[in-house]
C-alpha cells in the first residue's frame, strides 16, 4: 500500500488493517465464505452469535424481502459455545485477520460465563457484546433498551475478561446516546450502532405475516439514513470508537457513516447480494484517499461540515 493511502485505523486496543469488517450474523463463521473472500484483505470479521447452549432459532420464514431492505428473524441460531470452541474457533485463528465474537444470552450469568471463556483462549481480538437483538421473545434487547441494565452487564463483562470488549446498541430506543453512555462508563472499549429496526411484512392474499416470528429485524439500504444519523449522535456525546452499520452496500456508504463519526464500518446484507463486496468497499476508500490526496484515513472520522 503506497503513503497515500494509509486505511489503518484503531478501537481502543484493536489495531485494524483497514476500516472495513464483516457484520455478525451475514458471514457466518468466516469458513463459509472462505472459496470467495481472502480474510487476510478484511480488517476483521465479526462472528455469527455465540450463546451458551445451542439454539434452533425461530420458525421458518425466516427471511422476507421489502424495499430496499430485508426483514429477518433467525433468532439467534447456532450450535453453542462447546462447538464454537471446538470446531468453529481453530479455523478462525488461522485466517489473517481480526476475529470479533458476537455473544448473546438471555442472562447475566450467560453473557459472563461466554465472557469467562472465551478471554482463556488464543486467537480472539475481541467481543462484541449483543445487547441488541429484535428476534428473541427475551433476554439480551432488554439489556440494550436500559441503560441501567446496560451498565450493570458491561461492568460484570469488564470484570469478567481482559478482552476489549465493543457493545452493540440497538436502534429501538427512544435515545441511543443514553445507552452508549451506560455502556462507555460499564467498561465498554467501542461501540456497534445500530443493530437491525423491528419491522413487520404481511402477505395481503393469506393475510398472514412474511416472518413465522410475526416481526423480524429490517436491514439493508432502507435503515441506512436512520443509523448513520446515531451514528453522527452518538460521535458527538460519547467519547468511544464507533462501528457503523446499516446498509452499507459502497464505499460511498460507508464514508457517510466514517464522517459522521465511524472509526470502522462493518458491512452485512449486501454480503448476501455479493459476497466481494466488502473488498470492493476496501477498494473504492483506497481509491478516494488518493484522489484526495489524503494520508491517512483516520483523519476522515467525524469531518462532517456542518
Known sequence: MDNLADLSVSLGRIHLKNPVLVASGTFGYGEEYQDLVEAAQLGGIITKAVTLEPREGNPPPRLAETPAGLLNSIGLENPGIEVFLKEKLPKLRKLKTRIIVNIAG???????????????????????????????????????????????????LRQATDLPLIVKLTPNVTDVTEIAQAAKEGGAEALSLINTILGMAIDVNTRRPKIGAITGGLSGPAIRPVAVRMVHQTFQKVDLPLIGMGGIACAEDALEFVLAGATAVAVGTANLVDPTVSLKIIEGLRQYLKKGGIHSFQSLIGTLRV
Do not use: H, M, W
Not at 133 to 145: D, W
Open 106 to 156: 438471555e442472562k447475566k450469568t450467560e453473557y459472563l460465563d461466554l465472557a469467562e471463556r472465551l478471554g482463556r483462549e488464543t486467537g480472539i481480538d475481541a467481543l462484541e457484546v449483543n445487547i441488541s437483538c429484535p428476534n428473541v421473545q427475551k433476554g439480551g434487547l432488554v439489556f440494550g433498551t436500559r441503560a441501567d441494565l446496560a451498565f450493570s452487564l458491561v461492568k460484570g
